[in-house]
């Protein structure tokens, strides 16, 4: 189920530790609740009608946040063909809706903003904290690109095509 997704330089050409940061940190306080009332505007935020990205089946459609002033940048999950939004992915936080995990969603959404924004999408000079669920995403995602761009031919440095895609999906740091 994994329509065509973009190939950004700000995952392919690092490392999965410089991707997430040097300090990344993993730990269950680090978890978020997308139901909570605090994350209700990612769950009406004003998204491009055009999808970045849709699923093969159609049931799903990653739309980045349309507003320019918006902040963080931000990716909606829209299930269609209701229209309801059912994850987000903003300020390096990601949340997919318990009935629609498991389906590999989560990688779109990282992937369809970094490569929107050309980076990553929070600052990871000094890096940020993961659920172990959020780290296992952004490793898949990574994993995914860099194998994606090395099928694709793409000059992907040494340093980040040499570590086995196994071990870059591998499970967080204590």
Do not use: K, Q
Request: glycine letters at 10%.
């Amino acid at each position: 189920m994994t329509a065509a997704l973009p190939l950004p330089r700000a995952i392919w050409g690092r490392t999965l530790e410089e991707f997430l940061g040097p300090a990344s940190l993993v730990a269950p306080t680090f978890a978020i609740d997308g139901h909570d009332g605090e994350y209700d505007i990612y769950l009406d935020a004003p998204h491009e009608l055009a999808p970045a990205w849709t699923s093969l089946d159609g049931l799903y459609g990653v739309h980045l946040v349309a507003d320019e002033d918006w902040e963080p940048p931000t990716a909606v999950l829209i299930e269609n063909p209701t229209g309801t939004t059912v994850g987000f992915y903003a300020g390096g936080e990601l949340w997919i809706d318990e009935e629609h995990r498991g389906r590999g969603l989560s990688t779109p959404l990282i992937v369809c903003l970094v490569a929107r924004l050309g980076r990553a999408a929070y600052d990871n000079a000094t890096g940020i904290g993961f659920s172990a669920a959020g780290h296992a995403a952004h490793a898949a995602a990574h994993a995914s690109v860099v194998r994606r761009a090395v099928e694709a031919g793409l000059r992907v440095p040494a340093w980040v095509r040499d570590v086995p895609f196994a071990e870059a999906g591998a499970g967080p740091r204590p």
